[in-house]
């Protein structure tokens, strides 16, 4: 995929928000029977703005679906659900930027560990909001349903970019 200038980088970057955002709005009706685990599938579109722009556009993707979701569900500040999506979306992308530069990581291997620091960022914040810190336990459930997870949003990633490198 070959961008070739701002207008259309910025139609892409709008675009990909704009998908992440409507499977962020879809995803609760795959409840997978855990508290606080889901699927994670709209952060296909945060790692596929990783490969075809850079790490500044991980960022765009993953804050600006967190925050105007968020918006739209009247969470925006006040709620708990809210801290705990920003926070996780911004560790996770930190990780991913990290893991992407310095190692040779499939994008499957980039999607786990994107799964493991939100994981991790979302139990640091619910101890903190809580003060209850044996809210610890709960993180080897998180990171084991985090893997396979994980896997399949890398899955998805490396499927989606192989169509856009043909």
Do not use: C
């Not at 200038?5 to 990909?16: E, G, H, I, S």
């Not at 620091?117 to 080897?140: R, Y």
């Amino acid at each position: 995929m070959t961008i070739r200038n701002k207008t259309q980088r910025m139609t892409v970057l709008t675009m990909l928000v704009g998908m992440a955002l409507i499977v962020n709005m879809m995803e609760p009706v795959f409840v997978i029977g855990l508290p606080g685990v889901k699927l994670g599938l709209a952060n296909v579109l945060g790692l596929f703005a990783l490969y075809i722009f850079g790490a500044k556009e991980i960022f765009i993707v993953n804050i600006m679906r967190v925050v105007i979701a968020s918006l739209m569900r009247g969470t925006f500040l006040v709620g708990t659900g809210f801290w705990l999506a920003l926070i996780g979306a911004i560790l996770s992308s930190a990780a991913v930027v990290v893991f992407h530069k310095f190692t040779n990581m499939s994008e499957i291997g980039i999607s786990t560990v994107s799964a493991t620091f939100h994981n991790l960022g979302q139990i640091f914040v619910i101890i903190f909001i809580t003060d209850m810190p044996l809210m610890i336990t709960w993180l080897p459930v998180m990171l084991l349903t985090g893997l396979p997870t994980g896997v399949l949003t890398g899955y998805l990633v490396q499927s989606i970019l192989k169509k856009f490198k043909r």
